[in-house]
């Protein structure tokens, strides 16, 4: 399953070579332990840089947005096998 979000989050993270790695994620009162980091990319809304990290749980796929002037993390996709 496939859906769109725009969800705030609360997001755990580590850094390590000046590279942010998410660890956990708090989404509709459960957390998330996330496994892995797929893909780290940014894009630009208007003039504002956003990154955009694909990261997964043992069955889940998420994927995070953040807003570094803000310092907002947003669960903009999810994907489950139920």
Known sequence: MHELLNDPVDVVVSFKDNRVFPRTMRWNQHDYNINQVNLVH?????????????????????????????????????????
């Open 42 to 82: 940014s894009a630009h809304e208007g003039q504002k840089r956003v990154f955009f990290f694909s990261v997964s749980d043992t069955s889940n796929y998420f994927k995070l947005k953040l807003d570094p002037e803000i310092l907002e993390w947003r669960l903009v996709e999810l994907y489950t096998d139920g």
